[in-house]
């Protein structure tokens, strides 16, 4: 889609044409599941952020102001939408704070580029919502701790702790799923 065509599409959105809202939803919906599936439980869960993320464009496409990337603009509302639900539950945050932090060695950051994109979405849908939600938006988005801890209302240790002990459940995942201990001999 040219640079002319998106406009007019985000126009014809402003105005609540339903055809330009199909052809934006056309247009974005499988690159803003696949941010809706990082953040989802499972698929269904994905699903609904898609259908809420969607609500949220259409709602609040009047404050886009066409000076950032659209796509950047609309990634946003998505991170966000999943990211209230967990606010909202309170359900999220184990503190761990007093607890050493420990780095992933370099053999196990090899062992998690030996697998799928697809099979690592599963593994991340499977994390706890605490551990999940900092992975992603660290290793995913590039948030650092401090933002991290902002934006989640967590202190930065909180996040750093859920980032390791994420990275840690991933690793022992991959090992038992794709028997990658093993072939080191």
Same mark, same amino acid.
């Given at each position: ?23 934006? *939803? ?18 269904t869960e994905a699903e609904d952020f898609l259908h809420n993320g969607f609500i949220k464009v259409f709602q609040n496409i009047k404050q886009y102001n066409a000076k950032g990337v659209f796509d950047a603009w609309m990634r946003r509302i998505f991170m966000n939408t999943a990211?209230?639900? *967990? ?47 900092? &992975? ?6 590039? *948030? ?33 799923? &794709? ?7």
């Open positions: 889609m040219n640079d002319k065509h998106l406009k007019d599409i985000i126009d014809g959105c402003r105005k609540g044409k339903r055809r330009s809202q199909e052809m934006l *939803y056309h247009h974005y919906s499988g690159k803003m599941f696949a941010v809706c599936l990082y953040y989802g439980g499972n698929k990211l209230e639900k *967990y606010r909202d539950k309170k359900q999220l945050f184990i503190s761990h704070e007093k607890e050493e932090l420990q780095m992933l060695e370099s053999d196990q950051e090899d062992a998690l580029s030996k697998i799928s994109a697809a099979d690592l979405i599963n593994l991340i849908q499977e994390l706890s919502p605490a551990y999940r939600m900092v &992975f992603n938006l660290f290793a995913i988005e590039g *948030y650092s701790h401090k933002e991290i801890s902002v934006m989640l209302s967590i202190s930065e240790g909180t996040s750093k702790s859920n980032l390791s002990r994420a990275r840690a459940v991933l690793q022992q995942q991959v090992n038992e799923r &794709f028997d990658l201990s093993r072939s080191k001999g």
